[in-house]
């Protein structure tokens, strides 16, 4: 026992270094803004700053990295929810008000990318993450809105789609979910890392070359709403704060968010080394020692 004391010391002192290691020395959480209802879908442009959205007043809000305030960039939104750029700079955004994934320009004019599957509105596109290809993952949970006409799920499966703006053709790529919600792949475009938050479980899968997926395997026991991955391949999963992942799927750090949700979470600022956290009626900044990637 005495033998084992001093090597167990050791190591959980070690390892709380490492996972303080993440998080920039001195760096608090920051509240940027909380004049929102329901903040979700952090997306970083080329520039470093961030656009997320505020659904319940249907909008789509602009962190500007430089001076560190917000501004209403698009009202409505088609009820925007999860947002990510494309290669081109088109913002790709999962329009909740009708179903559809949408395309918008630096002009801010729409293009329906996707309005159904086989002619059934799909449950509602909730999150996406695009691959080098310029290929689409879309998770397909259901969430019932006020603002939809329909009343009724039309398709019942909760999938996860992917679709390819060069053949605009759509296809499932994952299912057997009870609710699939964030989304997020590796830096290399090798694994992709898919939330049932319905099942409190994140999968982690392998990338073909056709976008297709395999191996699926369990990466934690935990489910998240929102996601990103940095640098050295830690997961960041959300909803009591944010809970990090390295990529073994081992916890390595639980950052605290005052709010009693945390819905998403992505990387801004020009070296994508901020932590943008959005939380409930409010977004939070917190520097890293690590950076996002694309």
Same mark, same amino acid.
């Given at each position: ?24 020395? &001195?760096?608090?959480? *920051? #509240?940027?803004? /909380? ?7 952090? %997306?970083?442009? =080329? !520039? ?29 939104? &088609?009820?925007?929810? *999860? #947002?990510?750029? /494309? ?7 999962? %329009?909740?008000? =009708? !179903? ?33 290809? *310029? ?160």
């Amino acid at each position: 026992m005495k033998f084992l004391l001093p090597l167990l010391s050791f190591f959980l002192f070690h390892t709380t270094i490492f996972a303080q290691n993440i998080i920039a020395d &001195g760096a608090k959480l *920051g #509240l940027v803004a /909380d004049s929102f209802e329901f903040t979700e879908g952090p %997306a970083v442009d =080329k !520039n470093g700053d961030v656009y997320f959205t505020d659904q319940p007043n249907d909008r789509i809000v602009k962190w500007s990295y430089k001076d560190n305030k917000v501004s209403v960039w698009m009202k409505p939104s &088609g009820r925007s929810n *999860g #947002l990510y750029f /494309d290669h081109q700079g088109n913002l790709i955004s999962c %329009a909740d008000e =009708k !179903n559809e994934l949408w395309k918008i320009d630096t002009e801010k004019s729409v293009t329906v990318l996707i309005d159904s599957y086989e002619g059934k509105l799909l449950g509602g596109p909730n999150d996406l993450w695009i691959d080098a290809q *310029g290929g689409i993952y879309i998770t397909d949970p259901y969430y019932e809105r006020s603002w939809w006409k329909h009343t009724k799920e039309q398709i019942k499966e909760r999938r996860v789609y992917y679709y390819t703006p060069k053949n605009q053709e759509i296809k499932i790529v994952a299912d057997d979910f009870i609710n699939p919600n964030g989304i997020i792949g590796s830096g290399d475009g090798m694994q992709l890392y898919i939330s049932d938050i319905g099942d409190k479980k994140t999968y982690q899968y392998t990338i073909q070359k056709d976008g297709s997926l395999t191996d699926r395997k369990i990466f934690c026991e935990m489910g998240s709403d929102g996601m990103t991955i940095d640098n050295q391949g830690n997961v960041y999963l959300t909803g009591d704060g944010v809970t990090v992942f390295n990529k073994k799927g081992n916890k390595i750090q639980h950052i605290d968010v005052p709010e009693e949700w945390t819905a998403n979470v992505t990387f801004g600022g020009p070296s994508q080394n901020i932590l943008f956290i959005t939380a409930m009626n409010a977004v939070y900044t917190l520097e890293m020692a690590v950076n996002g990637v694309r």
